[in-house]
C-alpha cells in the first residue's frame, strides 16, 4: 500500500469527511436504559487487520458476545484519514453482531478531529448507531492536564469543546474522550466512566483491544 495520497485523492477524502460531519447528531439519540455497550479496536500485522468487538451488558459489564474476524486492508494508514483504513472491517464485523449494541465505543476520535470526523464519528453515522471515541492520544484541540485519577477537562478545539481529556489509571497518559454520533458531550464521558475498572482504557475497548492482538499473536 501506498503511504501517500494526491492532492485530489485528499480532496476527495476531505469532502466526504465534511458531509458526513453534517450529519452528526450531538444529542442523547438512544433508549433512556442502556441494555449493551460494544468495543472494537484493531490490531495489524503488514497489510492484514485483526479486528475484534466486545458486546457487554451496560450495567454489569459481563461480556454477552465476541466476534474476531481477518481483514485485507486497501488504505494506508495516514493521520485524520483512519476512517478510510479502518471503518470498512469495523462496520463488516458489526454487521455480524448477533445482537445490535446499543452503543457503540471504538478506539478513535469522534468530533475531536480537524473536521469533527473521526472515525467514532463516521462509522456512527454510517451505521447509524450511537457511538463514542476513546483515544490514547490528542488528535487536535487544546486542554489542561487532569492530574489525579478521576479528574477530566475538556478539550476544546477552535473555540469549541469536542470532547474530554479523562485521567484513568495512576502513572498513565489521560484517555481522550468524544462523542461520535447521536450522543451528547456530557454522556459521552459518563458512559466511558461507568465502564472503567482498573485499566487504562474502558472495559468495552480493553476487552477488544485484547481479543485482537491475541489472535494476532496466534495467526502465522
Not at 486542554?143 to 484513568?168: A, F, I, M, T
Amino acid at each position: 500500500m501506498t503511504s501517500s495520497l494526491t492532492k485530489i485523492q485528499e480532496e476527495v477524502l476531505r469532502k466526504k469527511q465534511k458531509e458526513i460531519a453534517k450529519k452528526v447528531i450531538l444529542e442523547d439519540d438512544f433508549s433512556e436504559r442502556i441494555k449493551t455497550i460494544a468495543g472494537f479496536d484493531l490490531a495489524f500485522k503488514d497489510d492484514t487487520a485483526f479486528v475484534a468487538g466486545v458486546l457487554l451488558d451496560y450495567e454489569t459489564l459481563i461480556t454477552r458476545e465476541i466476534k474476531i474476524i481477518k481483514a485485507k486492508l486497501s488504505f494506508p494508514y495516514i493521520p485524520t484519514f483512519l476512517t478510510f483504513r479502518e471503518g470498512p472491517p469495523i462496520i463488516k464485523l458489526y454487521k455480524k453482531l448477533k445482537t445490535m449494541p446499543g452503543i457503540m465505543m471504538i478506539n478513535g476520535q469522534g468530533i475531536s478531529h480537524p473536521l469533527h470526523c473521526g472515525i467514532a464519528s463516521h462509522v456512527g453515522v454510517l451505521l447509524d448507531t450511537p457511538s463514542i471515541g476513546v483515544a490514547q492520544s490528542r488528535l487536535c484541540g487544546e486542554y489542561r492536564e487532569p492530574k489525579e485519577v478521576g479528574d477530566h477537562s475538556l478539550l476544546k478545539y477552535e473555540g469549541k469543546s469536542v470532547g474530554y481529556v479523562y485521567k484513568s489509571k495512576k502513572n498513565c497518559r489521560p484517555i481522550f474522550i468524544s462523542p461520535g454520533h447521536r450522543i451528547s458531550l456530557k454522556s459521552s464521558l459518563e458512559i466511558v466512566k461507568n465502564c472503567m475498572k482498573n485499566f487504562k482504557l474502558p472495559i468495552p475497548l480493553y476487552l477488544a483491544h485484547t481479543h485482537a492482538n491475541k489472535i494476532k499473536k496466534l495467526s502465522h
